[in-house]
Structures are given as C-alpha cells and as structure tokens.
C-alpha cells in the first residue's frame, strides 16, 4: 500500500511539473507568495481528481469533468445560476471541444477564471457570450442571456418588450461599426472605455468572496503542513 501511495505521489509530482510548463497558474500572490507554481498546480490537480470523483491511480487516464459536473461546480463552488451562462462557461474551459474539462484545461480556465488579467478576462467573457461560436454576439444572443440574467416584474404585460429595448440600447453603447451585432473589436473596446460592461450579458465571473474561499479551501488547506 505505501509503494502505491508513492507511486501516486510521484505521478501527481510528475504531472504537476509538466502541466506547471505549459501554463501560467495566475492566482492569488499574497496567499500564495510562498509557494511556487509546481505546488500550485499540484493542489489544483488534487482538487480536480476530488471533483472528477475518480482515483488517480498510474496508468489510469483521467478523461476530464464532464459538462454536468463542471456546471455542478460552478453551481455549487461559485454560486452560478444561468444555464445558458453556464454552458459558455464550459464551452471556453473546454478548449478542445471534446466534451470534457480535462487536467490542462481545467488549470489554464481557472487562471483566467480567478485571477485573469482584464485582456484574459475580455477574450474569456467574449468567449462566453458568443453562444454559436461564430466570432460574434448577434442580437438574438443578447436578447436570449439577457432574458435569462434580468428578474422579470410579475406586472409587465411583455416583458420581451423591455428586453428588446434593451438590446437596442446595447447595441448602440457597444456596437462600434454598426453592423447590428459585436464583434471581438467592438466589445473589447466597450469593456475598456467602461469595465462594468465586462459581464454586460450575465455573471460568467466569480465574485471576490467566492475566489477567495476557494482559494483558501484547495491552496492553503492542502499546503499547510
């Protein structure tokens, strides 16, 4: 039992230092300023072979969170409600469009996720609203997470009604070249001349309460000797 607890250790060892080459872990540096990148990535393995519900045992690949369990996560962890939102979210973590939020994906998406920079946070947020994947956020797009996001008064005889309106007025505060929807170009020049507009079509990004239990759970908790 020992030789297979070591050999765990030295898989996940192994494993750590090789994702921690190919990716930045951008979290928390005043939690985290006494530990390097390799025991950074090597808590967000743990934490991920948790949530997966699988052993890592050697030689056994581990395929990845699938979408329902990556959206109980985000559901659970993070406090997120919006289906739709939720989807995207799993959409721009699962990079290689398998199905799955693999180990690799899993530490590059929450680099971004918990502590992106506003250039990383743009390009993931984009990512996120562009619901069929064609480069832009059309007006049926916004119209639908829109619809999702705002709580509806009881009293509103069509609330569709506001919600169109309020796509109009969007459009005209977001949609530079006035083609009718929001190109790359467009949004990100929005959220730079005002950073509210970030999260314009839903909260696709944790709040500060939210990352800061989190990681305090999977770093701190797992580090402390």
């Not at 025991?39 to 990845?64: D, M, N, Q, S, Y």
């Amino acid at each position: 039992m020992s030789e297979m607890s070591a050999m765990n250790r030295k898989l996940k060892q192994t494993v750590a230092e090789t994702i921690s080459k190919q990716v930045e872990c951008v979290l928390n540096p005043f939690v985290l300023m006494n530990y390097n990148k390799n025991e950074k990535c090597h808590c967000l393995i743990r934490e991920f072979t948790v949530l997966l519900g699988e052993p890592a045992a050697p030689r056994r690949a581990v395929t990845g969170l699938d979408r329902a369990k990556f959206r109980s996560i985000l559901h659970n962890v993070f406090g997120m409600t919006d289906d739709m939102i939720m989807d995207g979210v799993f959409r721009t973590f699962d990079n290689d469009n398998d199905g799955f939020v693999g180990i690799k994906e899993w530490i590059e998406g929450l680099s971004v996720f918990l502590r992106g920079t506003l250039d990383e946070k743009i390009k993931y947020c984009f990512h996120v609203y562009d619901l069929n994947g064609d480069n832009y956020i059309s007006r049926e797009e916004m119209f639908h997470m829109l619809k999702n996001s705002l709580i509806r008064q009881p009293t509103e005889e069509d609330p569709d009604e506001g919600i169109k309106d309020l796509v109009e007025i969007t459009l005209k505060k977001m949609d530079h070249d006035h083609d009718g929807r929001l190109s790359f170009g467009d949004f990100e020049k929005a959220v730079r001349e005002e950073n509210l507009l970030l999260e314009a079509f839903g909260t696709c990004l944790p709040d500060t309460t939210s990352i800061e239990i989190f990681e305090q759970r999977v770093f701190q908790e797992q580090l402390e000797p």
